[in-house]
């Protein structure tokens, strides 16, 4: 059982920058590959990026790639993600997940945290 606990969310203005922690407790939770999600209101969870577990290779929504950055410090037991260049649709409510595959259904959720971008 994997337990994920996001934080860093908050409000901010357009062309700003946040960075989201996803704080993982659990059995070999290094083993999991750690991916964002996020829903805005009115809209489907959209999957925005993921970090494999074994070599660390990323993966991007084209709506965040070259803006967004994704890594995990195993150490820590925290995966992050460095949100640059914000802009007003990126608020949302983003969540954190674990699956044993990036692009698999997610088996573990976070509870989200709220980011959004307004002026």
């Known amino acids: 059982q994997l337990q994920l606990v996001e934080s860093g969310g908050g409000l901010v203005q357009p062309g700003g920058s946040l960075r989201l922690s996803c704080l993982v407790s659990?059995?070999?939770?290094?083993?999991?590959?750690i991916g964002w999600v996020r829903q805005a209101p009115g809209k489907e969870r959209e999957g925005i990026s993921c970090i494999s577990s074994n070599d660390s290779s990323t993966l991007y929504a084209d709506s965040v790639k070259g803006r967004f950055t994704i890594s995990r410090d195993n150490a820590k037991n925290t995966v992050y993600l460095q949100m640059n260049r914000l802009k007003p649709e990126d608020t949302a409510v983003y969540y954190c997940?674990?699956?044993?595959?990036?692009?698999?259904?997610?088996?573990?959720w976070g509870q989200g945290t709220q980011v959004t971008v307004s002026s």
């Open positions: 659990g059995f070999t939770w290094d083993y999991y590959a």
């Open positions: 997940a674990a699956s044993s595959v990036c692009g698999i259904l997610y088996d573990y």
